[in-house]
């Protein structure tokens, strides 16, 4: 019997010359048991997503529909990715219901292969009414238990993205695979914090902002108060960098030897060269260089006050890790079975590693701390700076009382 094949998962930008490179990166690593098995993607539609909109890549459904007709003629599947945590329960009234049955009707018709479903009710609805489908119970379903597992599965979902707090309970990851039927796919490349405190109210926050449309001149639905707290975390403790529960190339071989069917990537709004690059990486096995470039870098985000458009911006800040420096670094985790969800009393691992191989200029960091909470300190302010208005016609504009630099279409998340 042959090694068994490891399926990625990632983003598309719904240009077609990324699926050119897609086909040329599946032909290149065949021999290695690897291949992009699966693009996801999706249009705007009442429901919404698991990600704010204003940066994911704007497609109508009729160049929906083309570019998963040539996903297909490339041998790839397509998933669509409706799970935002929340719907306004607009499922539950008799426009919405509709509405959602011409949706999921629409994405059998164009032939859509998996949907992204965070909701349970939703998973179990178009279990029973939409048997064409697969299931894949997205992360933000917080599958972190045998427990969830179970349950996700008995509701229909074929596949469960496991959440990413667990990518390091090896001993709780080989439990749910031998309890567990349905496929199962772990995210590689999830530089926020662990257990992060601030990702429900995220989560809400997208789902919320993917189902209106939302002028945003300032960037902050992109980057909101959970954002910045999250990003103001890992710069005061490097740790946190350390901890987050991310996984380079190299560590793949982990997942493939417990049985993980899928290796997902994270990165809807990601530029296709930047992407691209990253999703060679991964496939490719091993990555010289600086791993956390391929795996966080929305500090820069923070060079600008977005509060502030005529405070200065600072310089682009660089935090590195050469990737050499991790090796065998995993198998602590694979190995020992660390308290990492119970929290970190009596273990020093991560502290230790990233005292060794994180490296900054400190001076600059210190200035993107002192950013960062100015804003936050402007946000819980009883007058915030910004206002949320509806807009004639339709929709919110969102904006500051002095617009920014970047005002009109979101620009700045062509830095990452």
């Known amino acids: 019997m042959g090694e068994l094949l490891t399926k990625f998962c990632v983003p598309t930008t719904f240009e077609d010359r990324f699926l050119d490179e897609l086909d040329k990166l599946n032909r290149k690593y065949r021999e290695s048991n690897v291949c992009v098995y699966e693009v996801y993607g999706s249009f705007k539609t009442i429901f919404g997503t698991g990600r704010a909109s204003t940066i994911l890549p704007k497609v109508d459904e009729e160049r929906f529909a083309r570019h998963v007709e040539q996903t297909h003629s490339y041998g790839i599947e397509f998933a669509f990715a409706l799970n935002p945590v929340c719907m306004n329960l607009v499922e539950y009234t008799d426009w919405g219901r509709k509405s959602l049955d011409d949706l999921l009707t629409k994405l059998s018709s164009i032939k859509v292969d998996t949907l992204i479903i965070a909701i349970p009710y939703l998973i179990e609805y178009v279990a029973k009414n939409y048997p064409e489908f697969k299931i894949n119970a997205s992360s933000i379903c917080y599958i972190d238990s045998l427990e969830r597992a179970l349950m996700y599965e008995r509701l229909g979902a074929h596949r469960l993205t496991l959440n990413e707090d667990i990518n390091r309970c090896f001993r709780l990851?080989?439990?749910?695979?031998?309890?567990?039927?349905?496929?199962?796919?772990?995210?590689?490349?999830?530089g926020g914090l662990l257990k992060c405190p601030f990702k429900t109210y995220h989560d809400a926050i997208n789902a919320h902002v993917s189902q209106y449309v939302v002028e945003d001149k300032v960037g902050f639905t992109y980057l909101p108060y959970p954002f910045m707290r999250c990003t103001l975390e890992r710069l005061c403790n490097h740790k946190e960098i350390i901890r987050a529960p991310w996984f380079r190339p190299e560590d793949i071989k982990y997942y493939k030897e417990?049985?993980?069917d899928?290796?997902?990537?994270?990165?809807?709004?990601?530029?296709?060269?930047?992407?691209?690059?990253?999703?060679?990486?991964?496939?490719?096995?091993?990555?010289?260089?600086?791993?956390?470039?391929?795996?966080d870098n929305s500090y820069l985000h923070f060079s600008r006050n977005m509060f502030d458009p005529s405070a200065e911006p600072l310089p682009p800040l660089k935090i590195s890790i050469d990737n050499r420096s991790l090796d065998g670094w995993y198998e602590h985790f694979v190995k020992n079975d660390p308290p990492c969800l119970t929290g970190c009393i009596g273990c020093d691992y991560c502290d230790r590693v990233a005292k060794k191989v994180v490296k900054t200029?400190?001076?600059?960091?210190?200035?993107?701390?002192?950013?960062?909470?100015?804003?936050?300190?402007?946000?819980?302010?009883?007058?915030?700076?910004i206002k949320l208005k509806e807009k004639e016609g339709g929709?919110?504009?969102?904006?500051?009382?002095?617009p920014p630099v970047c005002f009109g279409e979101y620009q700045i998340c062509s830095t990452i």
């Not at 929709?395 to 002095?402: A, K, N, Q, R, S």
């Open 173 to 190: 990851l080989k439990v749910i695979r031998k309890e567990v039927k349905a496929d199962l796919e772990v995210i590689a490349n999830n």
């Open 258 to 260: 417990i049985g993980i």
């Open 262 to 295: 899928y290796i997902k990537i994270a990165g809807r709004g990601l530029p296709a060269k930047v992407l691209l690059k990253l999703i060679e990486s991964y496939l490719s096995g091993r990555y010289d260089g600086d791993i956390y470039a391929l795996i």
């Open 361 to 385: 200029d400190p001076e600059l960091e210190k200035k993107y701390i002192e950013r960062i909470r100015e804003m936050i300190n402007k946000l819980v302010s009883q007058k915030p700076p």
């Open 395 to 402: 929709g919110f504009i969102l904006e500051t009382e002095d």
